[in-house]
């Protein structure tokens, strides 16, 4: 383990209710960064969201770069359509559709900074939010919008010249985004 740090993010960090942890080490001569991190939530939310993120990546970056960059956990970004419509779109099935709307998709293929980072691809209905015990959408007052809030994204650094015999950590990328 070579550095981590903890980051306060709620409130321009001045609260402790949303967090992250940033650990870098090295294996070989490959190096890791993996950020666990829990964003704020909501909906209209989504520009606080952004600058979390972009936090992120700064703190990261002034640890230097790593060969491969995780960041995972409940990001909290959204599907960003009416609560009706997401529901109708969950019951035909509809992902593609749900995903256009993602907001961390958005944000991936918008933000400069996060275009080099990929997710694997998404190919099941969005996991947030049931009523308790059922398979039910939200039908609570607040009739949470369905999304996919836990994620992982990753960046694979540039490759470096190897020689000899090596193991390597292939990360495949298939997403609903345009390839450049």
């Known amino acids: 383990l070579s550095n981590h740090e903890s980051i306060r993010l709620g409130l321009g960090g001045m609260t402790a209710n949303k967090s992250a942890i940033i650990t870098k080490f090295k294996i070989s001569n490959a190096t890791f960064s993996f950020v666990g991190c829990h964003l704020t939530p909501h909906n209209p939310n989504y520009e606080e969201r952004n600058q979390q993120m972009i936090e992120l990546l700064a703190h990261l970056n ?35 559709t749900l995903f ?10 918008t ?4 275009k080099e980072f990929h997710e694997q691809k998404i190919d099941f209905l969005p996991t947030y939010k049931f009523d308790n ?11 949470r919008i ?28 298939d997403v609903l985004r345009d390839t450049e």
């Open 62 to 96: 002034a640890l230097g770069e790593s060969d491969y960059t995780i960041i995972f956990g409940d990001l909290n970004y959204r599907v960003d359509l009416p609560y009706e419509k997401a529901v109708n779109l969950c019951s035909k099935g509809d992902i593609k």
């Open 100 to 109: 256009e709307n993602d907001q961390l998709a958005r944000f991936m293929m």
């Open 111 to 114: 933000q400069p900074l996060f």
């Open 133 to 143: 015990g059922t398979n039910v959408y939200d039908t609570s007052k607040k009739m």
């Open 146 to 173: 369905p999304s996919w809030t836990d994620r992982i994204i990753y960046k694979v650094g540039k490759k470096k010249q190897s020689v000899g015999p090596t193991d390597t950590l292939r990360f495949e990328t």
